[in-house]
Nanobody
Framework: QVQLVESGGGLVQAGGSLRLSCAAS????????MAWYRQVPGKQRELVAV???????NYADSVKGRFTISRDNVKNTVYLQMNSLKPEDTAVYYCKIDTYSTYWGQGTQVTVSS
């Protein structure tokens, strides 16, 4: 079993920055993939950014150049640095890890005011 604890969400003005963190604990294979997704009411959850345990990253086109995903493999923690935030970035952000199985965090609200 794996537990994911997210933190760092909140309210920010357009153009501002936030940093999300997600700490994983439990039975985690050293080769794994961690990712951030987001979801707004009435829409499907969408991939924001993904990072492998080897450091390979990929981003949604809508966040390229503004968001940066990183990780600390010793702490089993993934981060999402979000800069130049826009109102359309407003969503609940979820952390996910693919290891022996797939696990999701509880979500953290990010609200960007115009």
């Amino acid at each position: 079993q794996v537990q994911l604890v997210e933190s760092g969400g909140g309210l920010v003005q357009a153009g501002g920055s936030l940093r999300l963190s997600c700490a994983a604990s439990g039975s985690i294979f050293r080769l794994n993939v961690m990712a951030w997704y987001r979801q707004v009411p009435g829409k499907q959850r969408e991939l924001v950014a993904v990072i492998t345990s080897g450091g390979i990253t990929n981003y949604a086109d809508s966040v390229k150049g503004r968001f940066t995903i990183s990780r600390d493999n010793v702490k089993n923690t993934v981060y999402l640095q979000m800069n130049s935030l826009k109102p359309e970035d407003t969503a609940v952000y979820y952390c996910k890890i693919d290891t022996y199985s797939t696990y999701w965090g509880q979500g953290t609200q990010v609200t960007v005011s115009s």
